[in-house]
Nanobody
Framework: QVRFVESGGGLVQSGESLRLSCAASGFLFASYAMGWYRQAPGNVRELVAS???????SYTASVQGRFTISRDNTKNTVYLQMNSLKPWDTAVYYCNARNFVEANVASWGQGTQVSVSS
């Protein structure tokens, strides 16, 4: 059974940092590109960062230079280091395998809430 458990969110002030973690299980983690997604109230879920099997990373423009995605295949875990947080980063953050999402077969974890005050 595929499972994702996100953690590390919280309430911070603008300019501060958080590090999110996502523990994955139920599939061959090292073989999949992984992504961090976020959903703010009233908005659709969006991809903010992704990392390939070979650790090649990409970011949406609004987080480029502030967020860093990484993975540890020995722990089946993907991370998101978020620096210089802004109020508009406020959302519930989720991780998932890119292939699952794009094939519309993804099951989602509970996510972790990130709230940034101005």
């Amino acid at each position: 059974q595929v499972r994702f458990v996100e953690s590390g969110g919280g309430l911070v002030q603008s300019g501060e940092s958080l590090r999110l973690s996502c523990a994955a299980s139920g599939f061959l983690f090292a073989s999949y590109a992984m992504g961090w997604y976020r959903q703010a109230p009233g908005n659709v879920r969006e991809l903010v960062a992704s990392i390939s099997r070979d650790a090649i990373t990409s970011y949406t423009a609004s987080v480029q230079g502030r967020f860093t995605i990484s993975r540890d295949n020995t722990k089946n875990t993907v991370y998101l280091q978020m620096n210089s947080l802004k109020p508009w980063d406020t959302a519930v953050y989720y991780c998932n395998a890119r292939n699952f999402v794009e094939a519309n077969v993804a099951s989602w974890g509970q996510g972790t809430q990130v709230s940034v005050s101005s």
